[in-house]
């Protein structure tokens, strides 16, 4: 049964990878309210929940460095800090939805939605700071704020609606791997 179940996470996370890399295609130029979505945010918050904080955090690492080789898109100026944004997305969702599997499913996924959500932009944040300043660049506060909180705002709601639809809708057809 353990196989079974390693293979199954190993399958949902070539599943979200492989969405990482397409969605973008057909949603990355969508702007709603003048904001972009994010939709490879997508596939690193569902990974970490299904498949758990390990195979979430490769997931959300590799999407986008993978993505920018194969397709030049996101730059890898770009790439490198939404790697580590999403690598923490992946490995704190997966983290406390396991950690509070007592808990009711909708308010045990919005918090590790919601955690995942701000630590990975303070990570990624800090990711750009860091790779600006190799650069020679200078990147301040407000354009912190700005490029990770004001700007991706409608895209954090979306996510928050999609996918925990998405999840409820694996669980509620038995198709999770259960820890």
């Given at each position: 049964?353990?196989?079974?179940?390693?293979?199954?996470?190993?399958?949902?996370?070539?599943?979200?990878?492989?969405?990482?890399?397409?969605?973008?295609?057909?949603?990355?130029?969508?702007?709603?309210?003048?904001?972009?979505?994010?939709?490879?945010?997508?596939?690193?918050?569902?990974?970490?929940?299904?498949?758990?904080?390990?195979?979430?955090?490769?997931?959300?690492?590799?999407?986008?460095?993978?993505?920018?080789?194969?397709?030049?898109?996101?730059?890898?100026?770009?790439?490198?800090?939404?790697?580590?944004?999403?690598?923490?997305?992946?490995?704190?969702?997966?983290?406390?939805?396991?950690?509070?599997?007592?808990?009711?499913?909708?308010?045990?996924?919005?918090?590790?939605?919601?955690?995942?959500?701000?630590?990975?932009?303070?990570?990624?944040?800090?990711?750009?700071?860091?790779?600006?300043g190799i650069g020679g660049e200078g990147y301040s506060f407000s354009a912190f704020v700005s490029a990770?909180?004001?700007?991706?705002?409608?895209?954090?709601?979306?996510?928050?609606?999609?996918?925990?639809?998405?999840?409820?809708?694996?669980?509620?057809?038995?198709?999770?791997?259960?820890?």
């Amino acid at each position: 049964m353990a196989k079974n179940k390693s293979l199954l996470k190993l399958v949902y996370s070539a599943v979200c990878l492989a969405l990482a890399m397409v969605l973008p295609l057909f949603l990355g130029q969508v702007q709603i309210f003048m904001q972009g979505i994010s939709p490879m945010h997508i596939p690193a918050l569902l990974c970490g929940l299904i498949c758990g904080p390990a195979y979430g955090a490769a997931v959300g690492f590799i999407a986008p460095l993978l993505r920018s080789l194969i397709f030049s898109m996101p730059p890898m100026a770009v790439a490198i800090p939404m790697a580590f944004e999403l690598a923490v997305y992946g490995l704190v969702a997966g983290l406390l939805f396991k950690a509070l599997k007592k808990m009711n499913f909708w308010p045990r996924t919005y918090i590790a939605m919601i955690a995942a959500m701000l630590l990975g932009r303070i990570v990624g944040g800090a990711a750009k700071a860091v790779v600006m300043g190799i650069g020679g660049e200078g990147y301040s506060f407000s354009a912190f704020v700005s490029a990770y909180f004001v700007g991706t705002s409608v895209g954090m709601v979306l996510h928050l609606i999609i996918v925990p639809l998405i999840l409820f809708a694996l669980y509620r057809a038995k198709l999770l791997p259960d820890d």
